[in-house]
Nanobody
Framework: QVQLVESGGGLVQPGGSLRLSCAAS????????MGWYRQAPGKQRELVAV???????NYSDSVKGRFTISTDDAKNTVYLQMNSLKPEDTAVYYC????????????WGQGTQVTVSS
């Protein structure tokens, strides 16, 4: 059993910052990747940022230079530092964990709301 607990969402003004955290617990050996996705109302869920076990990082073009993904391996936690937030960043942000077993298995957090508005 794997659990992902997210925190850090909220309401922020344009130009502000937020830091999301996602702590993983349970049978989480052989982590392949951890990342963040988001889903705005009426839109499909999209990748925000992902970091793989070999340290490779990928960002969506819309957040490059503003968001930073990082991990604390000792705590099995992934973070998303979001700076220079824009109204279009408003969405529910989901933590994603991929574990390598016989195949790659995905797990999702419950989601945390980020609202950027004045």
């Amino acid at each position: 059993q794997v659990q992902l607990v997210e925190s850090g969402g909220g309401l922020v003004q344009p130009g502000g910052s937020l830091r999301l955290s996602c702590a993983a617990s349970g049978s989480i050996n052989n982590i392949y990747a951890m990342g963040w996705y988001r889903q705005a109302p009426g839109k499909q869920r999209e990748l925000v940022a992902v970091i793989t076990s070999d340290g490779s990082i990928n960002y969506s073009d819309s957040v490059k230079g503003r968001f930073t993904i990082s991990t604390d391996d000792a705590k099995n936690t992934v973070y998303l530092q979001m700076n220079s937030l824009k109204p279009e960043d408003t969405a529910v942000y989901y933590c994603n964990l991929e574990i390598q077993r016989l195949a790659v298995i995905e797990f999702w957090g419950q989601g945390t709301q980020v609202t950027v508005s004045s």
